[in-house]
């Protein structure tokens, strides 16, 4: 119905950059909020950072200063740029999109299967 991939995770030094894409495609009207999530083993998934369809972005805490949300609405893509990466940011990222599939439909969340970022020397 909606699938999410995500690419452009990695193993990347203390200090460095990565950029995380996510594209929607399939049966979709519209997409309002997309955002990216992050979990590590035995850990609750975190929000790292959303933007809304008019381009307004939020941050955790951990992150602001740092990492960067943005979309392209044409293509229906979300994008994460990270830097200054730390070892703490090593995690499982994850990316959704709140998706009306019909304008008589209800919005609902849909996630992609995850892309892997370590940050180790």
């Known amino acids: 119905q909606v699938q999410l991939v995500e690419s452009g995770g990695g193993l990347v030094q203390p200090g460095g950059s990565l950029r995380l894409s996510c594209a929607a495609s399939?049966?979709?009207?519209?997409?309002?909020?997309m955002g990216w999530y992050r979990q590590t083993p035995g850990n609750q998934r975190d929000l790292v950072a959303t933007i809304t369809r008019g381009g307004s972005p939020g941050y955790a805490d951990s992150v602001k200063g740092r990492f960067t949300i943005s979309r392209e609405n044409a293509n229906n893509t979300v994008y994460l740029q990270m830097n200054s990466l730390k070892p703490e940011d090593t995690a499982v990222y994850y990316c959704?999109?709140?998706?009306?599939?019909?304008?008589?439909?209800?919005?609902?969340?849909?996630w992609g299967q995850g892309t892997q970022v370590t940050v180790s020397s």
């Open positions: 959704n999109a709140d998706v009306r599939t019909a304008a008589w439909k209800s919005i609902s969340r849909y």
């Open positions: 399939g049966s979709i009207f519209s997409i309002n909020a």
